[in-house]
């Protein structure tokens, strides 16, 4: 089991914007991918961000909602990523969980909430 440091969550109004940071800490084997899941009172979790972590070429997604407001990137300490938030909107209110891929396990941090409300 990963140990996870996330920080960056909060209360903002809509067309606002936070930081998210996520260190992971603690495995035995390679962390190929760290990102982001989101999850909302009565919604599945959701896939909000993802980049490799392996090499220097990063190979990022996002999920079609975020597209053009969020952006993940490596931090300069290893297995540390941001994911900057802009243009909030009351949608994407939600727990968010930071995540941790090796070979054998996916990993999750404890996740932090996020609040976009007037």
């Known amino acids: 089991q990963l140990e996870f440091v996330e920080s960056g969550g909060g209360s903002v109004q809509p067309g606002g914007s936070l930081r998210l940071s996520c260190a992971a800490s603690?495995?035995?084997?390679?962390?190929?991918?760290m990102g982001w899941h989101r999850q909302a009172p009565g919604n599945e979790r959701e896939l909000v961000a993802t980049i490799t972590t392996s090499d220097d070429s990063d190979s990022i997604h996002y999920t079609d909602s975020v597209k053009g407001r969020f952006t993940i990137s490596r931090g300069n300490a290893k297995n540390t990523v941001y994911l900057q938030m802009n243009s909030l909107k009351p949608e994407d209110t939600a727990v968010y969980y930071c995540?941790?891929?090796?070979?054998?396990?996916?990993?999750w941090g404890q996740g932090t909430q996020v609040t976009v409300s007037s």
């Open positions: 995540y941790a891929d090796t070979d054998p396990a996916r990993s």
């Open positions: 603690g495995s035995i084997f390679r962390i190929r991918a």
